[in-house]
């Protein structure tokens, strides 16, 4: 998001909050200013908000991550912030979810910002074209897609079009107290996924529809991260259930033109 800032103001204009200042160095050395600090940490919030007039929020992954968007919530109300804008996840019902504990979270954090009483901007993103590699396996050429995703279809969009679409936001008036549902333009089933990379590879690739109860297991035997391994089946699950099957012409009108596609993204992705 802040390379898209960079493209359109001026480095003054934007001031990143970190919580290691080596990481930040490449922000600092572009004439960014950079504040400290941690999530947390109110104080810390406090002092990183002063004279902020719009906060983009993206949202943690800490185990207590409400609490952490509540203290920044908190701490742009007390500094006087004017806007702000938080990215969530675009879904058709979050109480019907597999991992409700873990979505849910965005949704309470939507309506703690709405009670604060703060100008809003809800940036509902669908899941990321750059995480189908996550969901499709290192060896996709090998052994194809093996996914309990039955035919459930989602309208992938590029992380670097949503944070273009999130700095426009910023950047532009007449967003306030808005929601968008932030999605490609069309939706795809992993086996149409799988069609997509067996023409861009020149590979056959096939798409498995795996078993749910197994699944997991065969995660944790390919090496799959443990603290993955229920969000990945958790996602899968959802995508089998159709929950992301809602097309939004919202990030085309945030761009000003048709979202990447997704033979496009994946040529990016899989650097064909």
Same mark, same amino acid.
């Not at 004017?82 to 979270?105: C, E, H, W």
């Not at 939706?187 to 799988?194: G, I, K, N």
């Not at 958790?234 to 000003?256: C, R, T």
């Given at each position: 998001?802040?390379?898209?800032?960079?493209?359109?103001?001026l480095?003054?204009?934007?001031?990143?909050?970190a919580?290691?200042? *080596?990481?930040?160095?490449a922000l600092k050395?572009?004439?960014i200013?950079?504040?400290?600090?941690?999530?947390?940490?109110?104080?810390?919030? @406090?002092?990183?908000?002063?004279?902020? %007039?719009?906060?983009?929020?993206?949202?943690?992954?800490?185990?207590?991550?409400?609490?952490q968007?509540?203290?920044?919530?908190?701490?742009?109300?007390?500094a006087?912030?004017?806007?702000?804008?938080?990215?969530?996840?675009?879904?058709? @019902? +979050?109480?019907?979810?597999?991992?409700?504990?873990? &979505?849910?979270?965005?949704f309470?954090t939507?309506?703690?910002?709405?009670?604060?009483?703060l100008?809003?901007?809800?940036?509902?993103?669908?899941?990321?074209?750059?995480?189908?590699?996550?969901?499709?396996?290192? *060896?996709?050429?090998?052994?194809?897609?093996?996914?309990?995703?039955?035919?459930?279809?989602?309208?992938?969009?590029?992380?670097? %079009?949503?944070?273009?679409?999130?700095?426009?936001? &910023?950047?532009?008036?007449?967003?306030?107290?808005?929601?968008?549902?932030?999605?490609?333009?069309d939706?795809?089933?992993? %086996?149409?996924?799988?069609k997509?990379?067996?023409? &861009?590879?020149?590979?056959? +690739?096939?798409?498995t @529809?795996?078993?749910?109860?197994?699944?997991?297991?065969?995660?944790? %035997?390919?090496?799959?991260?443990?603290f993955?391994?229920p969000?990945?089946?958790?996602?899968?699950?959802?995508?089998?259930?159709?929950?992301?099957?809602?097309?939004?012409?919202?990030?085309?009108?945030?761009?000003?033109?048709k979202?990447?596609?997704?033979?496009?993204?994946?040529?990016?992705?899989y650097?064909?």
């Open positions: 998001t802040i390379a898209h800032l960079l493209k359109k103001t480095p003054n204009n934007i001031i990143a909050f919580r290691d200042e *080596q990481k930040a160095q050395a572009q004439g200013e950079v504040r400290l600090g941690h999530f947390d940490d109110p104080a810390s919030l @406090d002092r990183a908000m002063q004279g902020v %007039e719009k906060v983009l929020l993206i949202s943690g992954l800490d185990h207590n991550r409400v609490q968007h509540k203290n920044i919530v908190d701490a742009a109300l007390k006087g912030v004017k806007q702000i804008a938080y990215t969530g996840i675009s879904m058709r @019902d +979050v109480n019907t979810s597999v991992i409700k504990p873990f &979505l849910n979270n965005h309470e939507e309506d703690y910002i709405k009670e604060s009483g100008a809003y901007t809800f940036l509902r993103n669908t899941l990321y074209l750059d995480g189908i590699p996550m969901f499709a396996g290192a *060896q996709v050429f090998d052994t194809g897609i093996y996914l309990p995703a039955g035919d459930g279809k989602v309208p992938y969009a590029l992380r670097d %079009e949503m944070a273009e679409a999130a700095a426009n936001v &910023l950047l532009q008036s007449g967003h306030e107290n808005r929601i968008y549902e932030i999605t490609g333009g939706s795809y089933s992993f %086996e149409e996924v799988a997509v990379l067996a023409g &861009l590879s020149g590979k056959p +690739v096939t798409y @529809d795996a078993d749910a109860t197994t699944f997991p297991d065969t995660l944790k %035997e390919v090496g799959v991260p443990e993955l391994i969000i990945i089946a958790g996602f899968a699950g959802d995508i089998k259930n159709h929950q992301y099957e809602q097309v939004s012409s919202d990030l085309e009108m945030l761009l000003g033109r979202p990447t596609s997704l033979g496009e993204g994946l040529m990016g992705v650097n064909f």
